[in-house]
């Protein structure tokens, strides 16, 4: 199946910071989302992505399918971005079948 | 926020016990998933269903059974619950087909121990 690595696992930041996690896969892929998942467990839509870029406020991603990666960039942290970051991803041959990495652990300290 | 709820939201039970876990949304999409979070990996897929009595298997599908009787509800069934199986479980729901955007959105989570 797809592989999806993410990096780095984990990422302190000082409040205000601007960071970037990165989200490889192994394969060609339909679907690619980006998700936070909070203190509280809650798992939150961040960006649905396939190829191309996308801003949400202080976040942006950018997926370059012929490449096989995904950035998403967190600016001026705050500390309720704190949480872990999810990549997944679906396969040509494996639609609607999430393939998660394991995510990027962050912290932000005030 | 999509409207998916699960229950119950925690629950202890003992090997060897039979447990349900359910999953309903209101709105009325097609495509539901059962996942699983253990500590320190993302989620894995179950089962995931296609339509009304339409199911299949996912990644980690064994030891697992799933039913889905009516589009609104999907029902996750440990037969015989083992240690091995606490988890955290999430179920997703998605609105399209195999073309088009699936992005999926997911449920509040169950947190199942089995002592």
């Known amino acids: 199946g797809i592989q999806v690595e993410q990096s780095p696992p984990d990422l302190i930041l000082q409040e205000g910071a601007n960071s970037t996690l990165r989200c490889n896969f192994s394969d060609s892929v339909n679907n690619l989302q980006w998700f936070h998942q909070n203190p509280w467990g809650q798992l939150i839509n961040l960006f649905y992505?396939?190829?191309g870029t996308k801003q949400n406020g202080r976040l942006s991603a950018t997926t370059v399918a012929t490449e096989r990666y995904s950035l998403l960039y967190i600016s001026s942290s705050q500390t309720t971005d704190s949480g872990v970051y999810f990549c997944?991803?679906?396969?040509?041959?494996?639609?609607?079948?999430?393939?998660f990495g394991a995510g990027t652990q962050v912290v932000v300290t005030p | 926020d999509a409207g998916i709820t699960q229950s119950p939201r925690h629950k202890v039970t003992e090997t060897g016990t039979p447990v349900t876990l359910r999953c309903h949304q209101t709105e009325n999409h097609r495509y539901m998933y059962w996942y699983r979070q253990d500590p320190g990996h993302g989620l894995r897929l179950i089962h995931y269903s296609y339509g009304v009595k339409d199911t299949d298997k996912g990644e980690v599908s064994d030891g697992y059974s799933v039913s889905r009787s009516k589009t609104e509800d999907f029902l996750l069934t440990l037969e015989s619950a083992t240690s091995s199986q606490t988890s955290v479980y999430f179920c997703?729901?998605?609105?399209?087909?195999?073309?088009?955007?699936?992005?999926?959105?997911f449920g509040p989570g169950t947190r199942l121990t089995v002592l």
């Open positions: 997703a729901i998605s609105e399209s087909g195999t073309s088009g955007n699936n992005e999926q959105f």
């Open positions: 997944a991803v679906d396969g040509t041959d494996s639609w609607g079948k999430l393939q």
């Open positions: 992505i396939p190829s």
